[in-house]
Structures are given as C-alpha cells and as structure tokens.
T-cell receptor, first 114, second 112 residues
C-alpha cells in the first residue's frame, strides 16, 4: 500500500525567511503528487500538482515543489514567507491509474512569526 | 457559482442518534468525495462516487453510508453515531478524477 509521510508536524519560521516543507511517499508505480493548503476554519485549496513533465512545479502564492523520483520526495518550498502563509499544508499522492483516490499525509502546520 | 457547499456547519449528536450530512456542488462535476479530518491523521477518504447513482468505499467506510441520487448531491449518513465519529467532515468534488478536487468548508460533528 502506498503512503505519504510529512516529516515535520510543525514548522515555525520568521516572516521573509525561506521555508521547506518535506514530503516523502512510498510507491512502486508512477504517481501523481499534490500539495494542498488549509487556512484556519476553511476547506483545502490546491497549491500545486505534479502529473508529468518538468520535475519543478510552480504553484499559487509563490510556492514551488520538486519531484525527486530517486528519493521519492516532493518537498514544498517558498523563498520568502508572509504572515498570511500561516496554515496547515497537506501532501497527497494518487497512483497512476484511475482509482479516483488521493492518499493524504498527516499535515504540517506552518507558523510564520513577525 | 457557490462551488461546494456543506450542510450543516456544526452538529452535536448523542451516541446512537442518526444524521445525514449534505454536500452540494454546482460545477457539474462527476466525482464527489467524503473525507474525515482528525488531528495528526490528515484527511482520510470515507466514500466516493464517480457518477450519479454510483458509490464506492474509501479507506474508512465503516459506520457510514452514502447516496448519490442526483449528480449535484452526495449524502453521508451515520445510522448510529459513536464518539469515535467526532471529527471534521469535508466533501469534495472534481470533474474527471481526483487531480483537481474542490473542497467544501467542512462540517464539525461532535458525538457525545
């Protein structure tokens, strides 16, 4: 069974500093990878996704992620964070078939401090 | 467009009571999903539907039933609520698969 592991449950960072949120997955087949953001008391919004092609994926709000097949990772990065980026971030994976299911990681809370 | 809406926003139940959560989408999406979110566990898929009249089990289907009688609605039922079903429930929909899911605002359920 495939799984998704987000290596940090909480990441505190100061405003304007860079940040990396780590995500590893386990799968022996091709995968599609996603990052979602959840602001307090709201549903999830898609930040970015990797389906195929370039391994560097750019998303909304200045976020980007890099698919690394050899390390089975899909880490999320932003060069300079804002207070408004404080939220919970979820990594998710879907197998390369039409199963209709996403498997989510446990979530990482990004706390941006002034 | 309202997107994905969920009714109710918050509910308190006693153990053994039943209730139905309603999810509605106005984007003509084929796929709809019900998830539960618990602290430290991310989102777990309860049931999903790939079209009107179809449903399928997800990771954690026990204790829940679903129905998709109309394309725009996906109902989640709890026949006999248990404290372990205290959670935040999210509905989502997508056009042709899970690649781009749109989420509702969530329903907070407390079972005493």
């Amino acid at each position: 069974a495939q799984s998704v592991t987000q290596l940090d449950s909480q990441v505190p960072v100061f405003e304007e500093a860079p940040v990396e949120l780590r995500c590893n997955y386990s799968s022996s087949v091709s995968v599609y990878l996603f990052w979602y953001v959840q602001y307090p008391n709201q549903g999830l919004q898609l930040l970015l996704k990797y389906l195929s092609g370039s391994t560097l994926v750019k998303g909304i709000n200045g976020f980007e992620a890099e698919f690394n097949k050899s390390q089975t990772s899909f880490h999320l990065r932003k060069p300079s964070v804002h207070i408004s980026d404080t939220a919970e971030y979820f990594c998710a994976v879907k197998k390369g078939s039409n199963t209709g299911k996403l498997i989510f990681g446990q979530g990482t809370t990004l706390q941006v401090k002034p | 467009n309202a997107g994905v809406t969920q009714t109710p926003k918050f509910r308190v139940l006693k153990t053994g009571q039943s209730m139905t959560l309603l999810c509605a989408q106005d984007m003509n999406h084929e796929y709809m999903y019900w998830y539960r979110q618990d602290p430290g566990m991310g989102l777990r898929l309860i049931h999903y539907s790939v079209g009107e009249g179809t449903t399928a089990k997800g990771e954690v289907p026990d204790g829940y039933n679903v129905s998709r009688l109309k394309k725009q609605n996906f109902l989640l039922g709890l026949e006999s609520a248990a404290p372990s079903q205290t959670s935040v429930y999210f509905c989502a929909s997508s056009y042709s698969g899970p690649e781009t899911q749109y989420f509702g605002p969530g329903t907070r359920l407390l079972v005493l």
